[in-house]
């Protein structure tokens, strides 16, 4: 039998800074934790889990290869699970139903060291498990059937360093040959996740692709004129360069 006072746990995340840090914040919280192993997809998640068997699986729910869902659905009570989530619906369904613990992205120390006295106590009192049967159904139903909701943040890289980002502070996105640049008041950063994945990521309320090339916050839309050869532009809030608008995205201002 395995030590409950020295449990093991899989963490499966596909952003690599994201699980960095909630290894680091594990390790400090509760050191007795040992990770065994860690996963950047589904399909690593899997086999973890197969050879591993921890007695923990933090679990992202949006993961290339096979997602959360996918290998929660394989965990059949030889784990616990956290699910770690950037999506609001998600992770209330999932609390409300009675899986062990919810994250949300980006991590909250304070949040964390609750997950981990909640399961402190279960492994205390011996608890098996909780039957993920109903929460993944309820889950696929939501994700399958409904829209998820936009994504809050990103992680992008600026110099050599790598820095979290909220979507609100986000003025444009502009595509930039192998990278996405991220333009914000502060400065600039460049993340790998290409335009068109953003598009369908974002809130198309709050972000509008006014070229190929280029998403632009609508909040961070100053004003629209035209230059000398009658294309129209898109001047910013706190940014002295002009947006380019293509014919195909002109209606977007029509009532501005």
């Known amino acids: 039998m395995r030590s409950l006072s020295h449990p093991t746990a899989v963490v499966a995340e596909d952003e ?12 400090k919280l509760w050191p007795e934790l040992t990770i065994v192993a860690e996963a950047a997809d589904g399909v690593q998640a899997l086999r973890m889990l197969d050879e591993y068997q921890p007695d923990l699986l933090f679990l992202d729910i949006e993961m290339p290869g096979a997602t959360g869902l996918d290998v929660a659905r394989q965990v059949a009570g030889r784990s ?8 609001d619906q998600y992770a209330v369904a999932a609390f409300d139903q009675g899986a062990v613990d919810y994250l949300l992205k980006p991590l909250v120390p304070a949040r964390l060291f609750t997950a981990i006295s909640r399961l402190k106590q279960r492994l205390q009192q011996g608890q098996a498990p909780a039957e ?3 929460v993944l159904e309820q889950l696929g139903s939501r994700s ?3 829209p998820r909701a936009p994504l809050r943040w990103i992680n992008a890289t600026v110099g050599q360093a790598l820095k979290l980002i909220t979507v609100d502070e ?3 996105f502009q595509s930039d040959n192998k990278y996405t640049r991220v333009v914000t008041r502060e400065g600039e950063a460049l ?20 070229h190929r090339s280029t998403l632009v916050n609508a909040m961070a839309v100053a004003a629209v004129t035209r230059d000398f050869r009658g294309r129209m532009q898109v001047k910013l809030k706190h940014r002295d360069e002009a947006l ?3 014919e195909s995205y002109v209606h977007l201002f029509k009532q501005m």
């Open 244 to 246: 380019l608008v293509a």
């Open 170 to 172: 986000v003025l444009y």
């Open 191 to 210: 993340i790998r996740k290409p335009l068109k994945e953003l598009v369908d990521e974002l809130d198309a309320q709050q972000f509008w692709q006014i």
């Open 144 to 146: 399958g059937g409904s």
């Open 16 to 27: 690599e800074t994201l699980r960095h840090e909630l290894i680091e914040q594990l390790g």
């Open 80 to 87: 616990h699970v956290v699910f770690v989530t950037a999506y």
């Open 132 to 134: 993920l049967g109903s």
